[in-house]
C-alpha cells in the first residue's frame, strides 16, 4: 500500500485526484494539506483521511506518507516538491511543472538527484481515446500520417474577462495561462497520438492589454496572450497546424482535432460538446465510420468518473507500477521538461519570427 498525502487538496484535487486515489486499492490517502486548518480538517473528513494540516511542510515530514501530490498553483510547486525531494518521498506534480523551463530543468535535476519515481500530470497520455487513437496510426489505418491540424477553444483565458480567483494567471511569471496551461495540455495529447513536435513557427497574439474582473467593475493589467497560433514539424514528418483561441466561455466545441493521411483521415470531436481534449471521451472517425473505443483501453475501476479523474487514476496506475519495479513512471519530470521547452520555443518563435527546434 502506498500511502499519499495531497497537497492543496481543497481545489482541483478534490474533485479529480481525491476521488482517483481513494479508488484505486494501491494507495491510500492518510494526509491532505490546504492554506488553512478548517478547509483541510473539511477536505478529510469528506475523504476520510486520517491527518490534515496548514502547512504542507508538516505533512512531506509525516512518517505515514510515502508520495507527496503536489496541486497548489504552479508558482507554489517548486517549493512543495523540493521538500518531497529532500525528504525522500515520491511525487507527483500537477502540470506544468513549474512557472518556465528554467526552474523545471532544476526540479527534473534535483528529482533524479533524489532517486524516487516522479510523474506529472499531463491527462492526454492516459485518455483511453488518445491511446486508442494512437494506435490506429500506429497500425496503418489510414496510411501514412501527412497532416495534424488543432483548432480548440482556450477559455477561460484569454478573454475580455476573467474570474477572480484566476486573476493571477495575467501575470506571466505566474507560469499558468493559455500558452502553458490549455495548450501546453492540448499539444500534450496532440502528440500522445502522432509524436513529437520537432520544430516550431508560432504567434502569440495578445488581444486584451486590460481585462475586466467578473462581477466587479474593476480592470487589471494583462501581459499574457489571447491566442495561440502555430505551424510545425513532427518527428514522423508530417507538418501539424494548432489553434487555440482564447475567450470568456463558456465552452461552444470544444477541440476539433484532424489526422489526415495517405488513405484516409482520422477525425476527433468531444463526445460532450465543449470538454477540454485531454478530459473527456473522444468521437472518433475514420472518414464517415465511428469506430467505439474498446473497453480495454479503460484500465481504471469502474466507478471512477470518466475524464480527469479517470485519466489521473490511470496515472497513479502507472506510479503504482513504477514503485513496485523500481523504475521511473511515465510522462516523468524528464517528460515534462521536455514539454516545457517546447513552450519555450514556441515562445521563441513568437518573439522573433524565427522557426525553433526541439530536441
Known amino acids: 500500500m502506498i500511502r499519499v498525502g495531497v497537497v492543496g487538496a481543497s481545489g482541483w484535487a478534490d474533485s479529480s485526484h481525491l476521488p482517483a486515489l481513494t479508488?484505486?486499492?494501491?494507495?491510500?490517502?492518510?494526509?491532505?494539506?490546504?492554506?488553512?486548518?478548517a478547509s483541510a480538517d473539511r477536505v478529510a473528513a469528506a475523504h476520510g483521511v486520517r491527518h490534515a494540516f496548514a502547512d504542507a511542510g508538516e505533512l512531506i515530514a509525516h512518517p505515514e506518507v510515502d508520495l507527496v501530490v503536489v496541486?497548489?498553483?504552479?508558482s507554489g510547486h517548486a517549493a512543495v516538491i523540493r521538500a518531497a525531494l529532500t525528504a525522500g518521498?515520491?511525487?507527483?506534480?500537477?502540470?506544468p511543472l513549474g512557472v518556465d523551463a528554467d526552474e523545471a530543468g532544476e526540479l527534473t535535476e534535483a528529482a533524479a538527484a533524489a532517486g524516487v519515481v516522479h510523474a506529472v500530470v499531463l491527462q492526454g497520455h492516459h485518455s483511453p481515446s488518445a491511446r486508442f487513437a494512437a494506435d490506429l496510426l500506429a497500425d496503418g489505418r489510414i496510411g501514412m500520417l501527412e497532416s495534424v491540424a488543432l483548432v480548440a477553444e482556450g477559455a477561460p483565458w484569454g478573454g475580455s474577462r476573467i474570474w477572480p480567483n484566476l486573476e493571477f494567471g495575467l501575470d506571466p511569471s505566474a507560469g499558468t495561462n493559455i500558452l502553458t496551461i490549455m495548450a501546453g495540455h492540448f499539444?500534450?495529447?496532440?502528440?500522445?497520438?502522432a509524436g513529437s513536435l520537432t520544430e516550431v513557427s508560432a504567434r502569440l497574439p495578445r488581444t486584451h492589454d486590460h481585462v475586466l474582473v467578473a462581477g466587479t467593475q474593476r480592470t487589471v493589467p494583462n501581459a499574457t496572450p489571447s491566442h495561440v497560433l502555430l505551424h510545425g514539424k513532427l518527428a514522423g514528418g508530417a507538418t501539424a497546424s494548432v489553434a487555440v483561441h482564447g475567450g470568456n466561455g463558456p465552452a461552444r466545441y470544444g477541440f476539433r482535432l484532424e489526422f489526415v493521411g495517405s488513405d484516409a483521415t482520422l477525425t476527433a470531436t468531444p463526445a460532450q460538446p465543449g470538454t477540454f481534449i485531454h478530459w473527456g471521451d473522444w468521437d472518433i472517425r475514420i472518414g464517415d465510420e465511428p469506430l467505439t473505443v474498446p473497453d480495454t483501453y479503460r484500465t481504471v475501476p469502474d466507478g471512477i468518473q470518466s475524464g480527469p479523474p479517470a485519466n489521473i487514476a490511470a496515472l497513479y496506475q502507472e506510479v503504482a507500477r513504477a514503485i513496485a519495479e523500481a523504475r521511473q513512471s511515465h510522462p516523468s519530470f524528464e517528460t515534462a521538461l521536455r514539454h516545457h521547452r517546447l513552450l519555450a520555443a514556441i515562445e521563441q518563435s513568437a518573439s522573433d519570427g524565427i522557426v525553433r527546434y526541439i530536441s
Open 23 to 37: 479508488a484505486l486499492e494501491e494507495f491510500e490517502v492518510t494526509a491532505v494539506a490546504t492554506t488553512n486548518q
Open 89 to 95: 518521498k515520491h511525487v507527483v506534480s500537477e502540470w
Open 71 to 74: 496541486s497548489v498553483k504552479a
Open 187 to 193: 499539444l500534450a495529447a496532440l502528440e500522445r497520438v
